[in-house]
């Protein structure tokens, strides 16, 4: 009688404060709603291990909650166990503190700060997902700072993109300003995974550049945060000729253009050489005065290492090269079903529409 009474107060005092946060403001509910968590996950722990009757009390106490306030969601008994796993995993809260850039750049702040201040299935997700700390750290932050829904941290866990991020070959140290250098070397990554594209292998540099104009979002999702698109095959006239930019974006944190050439294949010198030159012209044509340098990225299927650092050495303008992966090509007899390239720009242009 004694036990079932000592329960029922608990199951009293979880009733009340899960009411209580339910009243909190809209600014403070998300904090406050994983602190409820967070510190029932405690009480959780703490019952299995010094009550007799606590082996149960995960799915009683979801049972009864379910009874008594049927209303509210969010205390089954899988979220209730989940809610036990982070307490563990975390041990006990911190103070919560209001979440400024100064904590998202500082290395000394705790990773428990942190992850108060993302949404309860993102912290799940990192937890079963990611088990370095650092590396969850890095995710936290890039979640906080890009405004990453679930699914995007998912895809972006799953193509380990903490890995890929900074790691271009580039001649950033030696053409920009340090804090400008660090700050684009960041943005770039190696390799880019183009795995919403599907082409046949002997596909044609111009159908890459159309597929992945096609799938906009998901291109630009895959660039990063900042990446604003301008164009493809942009003009640019100069003298007698006119010359056309693959793809060009505005970066809105790098403050400046962004030209990307695709290759397909191995990288070779003379594409550093032509990049250079379409910088060149697009400082002088397009730049405005409050631009930063305009900034070039060569994306090709194997950046041949080696022969890239050779060729980015003495050139003036900022370059950097990266591999790009696709899907594996379709057989032959299903590729013949796709699109032709002139279908596909038929459809960009609008030409294909109807009137």
């Not at 799940?124 to 890009?146: A, G, H, P, S």
Request: negative net charge; proline residues 5%.
């Amino acid at each position: 009688m004694n036990e079932l009474s000592t329960y029922k107060g608990f199951l009293v005092e979880i009733r009340a404060e899960i009411q209580k946060t339910q009243l909190r403001t809209a600014s403070t509910l998300h904090r406050e709603l994983i602190l409820l968590y967070w510190n029932l996950g405690l009480r959780l722990l703490d019952i299995q291990q010094s009550q007799p009757w606590g082996s149960g009390v995960i799915p009683r106490l979801a049972r009864d909650l379910k009874n008594e306030m049927p209303e509210v969601k969010g205390f089954g008994e899988r979220n209730l166990t989940n809610m036990a796993a982070f307490a563990s995993e975390y041990g006990a809260p911190p103070i919560p503190q209001q979440l400024v850039a100064e904590l998202l750049t500082t290395p000394e702040t705790p990773l428990e700060t942190l992850v108060l201040h993302l949404p309860w299935g993102h912290n799940l997700l990192l937890m079963q997902k990611v088990k370095d700390r650092e590396q969850r750290r890095w995710y936290v932050i890039q979640t906080v700072t890009q405004g990453w829904s679930r699914n995007v941290l998912g895809l972006q866990i799953a193509s380990r993109l903490h890995e890929r991020t900074g790691q271009a070959i580039t001649n950033f140290p030696l053409t920009l300003p340090p804090v400008h250098s660090d700050l684009a070397q960041q943005t770039l990554k190696d390799p880019y995974l183009f795995d919403f594209l599907t082409l046949d292998k002997d596909f044609r540099e111009r159908e890459l550049e159309v597929g992945l104009v096609r799938h906009l979002e998901r291109f630009l999702l895959e660039l990063g945060l900042g990446f604003a698109f301008v164009g493809r095959q942009v003009p640019l006239a100069i003298g007698n000729d006119d010359f056309y930019v693959d793809l060009l974006f505005y970066h809105l944190k790098l403050r400046c253009f962004v030209v990307i050439e695709l290759k397909r294949g191995a990288f070779k010198p003379e594409y550093a050489g032509k990049l250079n030159f379409y910088l060149n012209a697009v400082d002088d044509l397009m730049r405005h005065p409050g631009d930063a340098p305009t900034i070039g990225l060569i994306l090709c299927q194997d950046r041949n290492a080696v022969v890239a650092e050779y060729a980015l050495r003495g050139v003036d303008k900022a370059i950097g090269v990266s591999e790009y992966q696709l899907t594996q090509a379709l057989p032959n007899d299903l590729a013949s079903s796709l699109p032709t390239i002139e279908t596909l720009e038929a459809e960009l242009s609008g030409e294909g529409s109807e009137a």
